[in-house]
């Protein structure tokens, strides 16, 4: 479209850039300033989320001031450096304790891709997706040759003479499983976390040197083979069951759906239709317990399940939930031993993020601090 006589100013203007919708309130000059911003931004974005995955395989520390090599005007502010440093520190952490689980990787992509971008005056906001493909040197189960990570992410930057300065990057908060170190949420200035003295005592995370005997056999009417089968099966998005609603959060529904086709029975208590004693789903309605993770804990603990000392005794069909260890002192994420690695240790499925055959050691190793509770079916 070409115009003719004075440019006039725009009281919303768009203009799409790498696939990102730019928001602004500038006229169309400004709006090409926008464009380039938005792709030195980009490349730094870049930069900072890939060599982090990056130093997950080689352990070389990324760098921590300057993350705009292609365009060196971007720099981390003093405020963020401390946070860039924090998140280094987590990777190197995680590396360190995926090696005494046997864990390890020889090398990783790390895409990073521009969601949405706005600017108000010298801030800059961009919303970004990492999706993440890290090799196994030694896979865990057969086919299984990548571990696949995905999270978003806000970056916000401030230009002052022409430098772009990073003032915060945060992972979206979604209660969702974190699978690497530097995406676990900074707690540090939260209040002390209390444990609920009802709930009972978290699991041990101490791996044993031999794994417990994968043999399972139906107990209780109850077929972990298909709840199992169930997890494989429905995990992906793509693969999604229609027979059931989803929602955004949806660990603990997608768990309740396994636990179903393994031959858990709906509970109804028409008296308290959501509360301990109910655990049911139908088309239009379903129990709290169903798809919320803590009324699915106090309703599985007081009707189902047994509790285990150590989250590594799981079997097939077994529950893993956590608390991140945030103030709010509830359950966060719940997913489902579905399969076990060449070693006898489990693998986890679970939705939100949509993940299967990931080692228990993996989903541990990237939530430090959390606590764990692990059901026997």
């Avoid at 440093?85 to 046997?102: G, H």
């Avoid at 949420?185 to 005997?213: E, G, Y």
């Avoid at 660990?251 to 636990?259: K, M, P, Y």
Wanted: hydrophobic share 40%; glycine share 6%.
């Amino acid at each position: 479209m070409f115009l003719s006589g004075p440019v006039r100013l725009l009281s919303v203007c768009a203009l799409i850039a790498g696939g990102a919708l730019i928001s602004t309130s500038h006229a169309t000059a400004e709006t090409l300033r926008d464009k380039s911003d938005t792709e030195a931004l980009k490349d730094a974005a870049q930069t900072l989320l890939g060599e982090r995955v990056q130093s997950i395989v080689t352990g070389v520390a990324p760098k921590t001031r300057t993350v705009g090599p292609v365009n060196p005007k971007v720099q981390i502010s003093g405020a963020a450096l401390a946070d860039q440093q924090n998140k280094n520190n987590a990777i190197a952490r995680q590396r360190s304790e995926l090696a005494s689980y046997d864990i390890a990787y020889t090398k990783a992509t790390a895409d990073v891709d521009l969601l949405d971008v706005t600017y108000t005056g010298s801030t800059a906001r961009l919303d970004v997706s990492r999706n993440a493909a890290l090799t196994y040197r030694n896979p865990p189960a057969p086919g299984i040759t990548q571990l696949k990570t995905h999270d978003v992410y806000s970056l916000v930057f401030t230009k002052d003479a022409g430098i772009w300065s990073l003032q915060s990057q945060q992972r979206r908060a979604d209660d969702g499983l974190i699978l690497l170190a530097d995406s676990t949420p900074d707690v540090s200035s939260a209040a002390p976390h209390k444990s609920d003295p009802r709930k009972k005592a978290a699991a041990s995370t101490t791996r044993p040197a031999v794994a417990s005997s994968k043999i399972r056999k139906l107990s209780g009417g109850y077929d972990y083979g298909a709840m199992a089968r169930y997890a494989t099966d429905h995990a992906p998005t793509a693969f999604y069951n229609p027979d059931y609603r989803s929602w955004s959060q949806d660990c603990t529904n997608f768990i309740s759906q396994a636990l179903r086709a393994g031959g858990w029975e709906d509970a109804y208590d028409p008296n308290d239709p959501h509360g301990n004693t109910s655990w049911w789903y139908t088309w239009t309605n379903q129990s709290a317990s169903w798809i919320n993770a803590e009324a699915f804990y106090w309703f599985a603990v007081d009707n189902r399940v047994t509790e285990l000392g150590n989250v590594w005794d799981m079997l097939l069909g077994d529950v893993l939930q956590a608390d991140w260890n945030t103030p709010d002192n509830v359950m966060d994420h719940t997913m489902m031993v579905h399969a076990f690695d060449y070693n006898g240790y489990p693998l986890i499925a679970s939705h939100t993020n949509d993940a299967s055959w990931i080692p228990l050691g993996q989903v541990i190793s990237g939530n430090p601090g959390a606590d764990w509770w692990a059901h026997r079916t």
